[in-house]
């Protein structure tokens, strides 16, 4: 069993590399991490946390990434086509997140619920993104997270066809509820001890920016809780991008 992991992990990034037609498709090679189609609610690595940022590219995301580099922080930002704007007019501060060592995963090109649509229209969701990230980064994310963490109907099964492990979370911050951000804190602070995490954030509330994160930043660091991405803290560092869908030349949605 060993040489044939050994094998695997020597061999992968060779057989990602090479765009032949006789390739496995990408998307479904085995990897460390969780199985497509698995649904993830908690870090499994201990002592870790993963602070994910839903919603954008949005115009906080700058502010939010000099937080994170000033506390040696990484995190996950799961993003759209077009929620908020259009992922081309944000592509700056996407690139930056990703250059950064950030975690980029799909949240949808218009993030509609999909648990109530048809495979066909949930794999539409996903590829029109999937152009936008092989145009923007050069990658195709391999975690996504369903749009109001719904992954009920037939998510789980196109996700595992697509390749997508399905993230969703164990703390939410519920600042998508308008809380404040003292309440948000509160439901960190509830969490049980001794247990690694998956925190929900939305870095479009301004409130997320300028008074949650630091805050978390700090409680996390006290904590001992090393602030990870959510690939890292299923111990799939390095699994988080396949090969990119094929590139258009969009610049607009
Ligand atoms: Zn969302």
């Known amino acids: 069993m060993f040489s044939a992991v050994f094998l695997l992990t020597v061999?992968?990034?060779?057989?990602?590399?090479?765009?032949?037609?006789s390739s496995a498709n990408?998307?479904?090679t085995a990897r460390s991490g969780p199985a497509a189609g698995t649904i993830i609610t908690q870090?499994?690595?201990?002592?870790?946390?993963?602070?994910?940022?839903?919603?954008?590219?949005?115009q906080y995301e700058g502010a939010i990434l000099s937080a994170l580099e000033a506390a040696g922080a990484k995190a996950t930002f799961f993003v759209t086509g077009t929620l908020y704007n259009c992922i081309y007019t944000q592509s700056t501060s996407l690139k930056a997140a990703f250059a950064a060592g950030h975690q980029i995963g799909s949240h949808t090109w218009t993030h509609k619920s999909l648990d109530s649509q048809s495979a066909a229209s949930i794999t539409t969701e996903m590829t029109k993104l999937e152009?936008?990230?092989?145009?923007?980064?050069g990658v195709k994310p391999t975690y996504?997270?369903?749009?109001?963490?719904?992954?009920?109907?037939?998510?789980?099964g196109v996700m595992k066809t697509l390749g997508y492990r399905i993230v969703t979370w164990d703390i939410d911050s519920e600042d998508w509820n308008k809380v404040s951000a003292a309440a948000s804190e509160a439901k960190f602070t509830a969490a049980s001890s001794g247990t690694s995490h998956i925190g929900l954030m939305h870095e479009t509330i301004p409130t997320?920016?300028?008074?949650?994160?630091?805050?978390?930043?700090?409680?996390?660091?006290?904590?001992?809780?090393?602030?990870?991405?959510?690939?890292?803290?299923?111990?799939d560092k390095d699994g988080?991008?396949?090969?990119?869908?094929?590139?258009?030349?969009?610049?607009?949605?």
């Open 144 to 156: 996504m997270r369903p749009p109001n963490g719904r992954a009920g109907g037939p998510v789980a």
């Open 43 to 58: 870090c499994t690595a201990p002592n870790t946390i993963a602070l994910t940022f839903d919603d954008g590219p949005w």
């Open 26 to 28: 990408p998307a479904l």
């Open 11 to 21: 061999l992968l990034p060779t057989v990602l590399a090479a765009p032949t037609a």
């Open 208 to 235: 997320t920016s300028s008074t949650l994160v630091p805050w978390l930043l700090n409680w996390a660091k006290t904590k001992g809780l090393k602030m990870v991405t959510v690939a890292e803290c299923l111990g």
């Open 240 to 253: 988080a991008y396949t090969t990119a869908a094929e590139k258009t030349g969009a610049t607009s949605c």
């Open 131 to 137: 152009t936008a990230f092989a145009n923007i980064l």
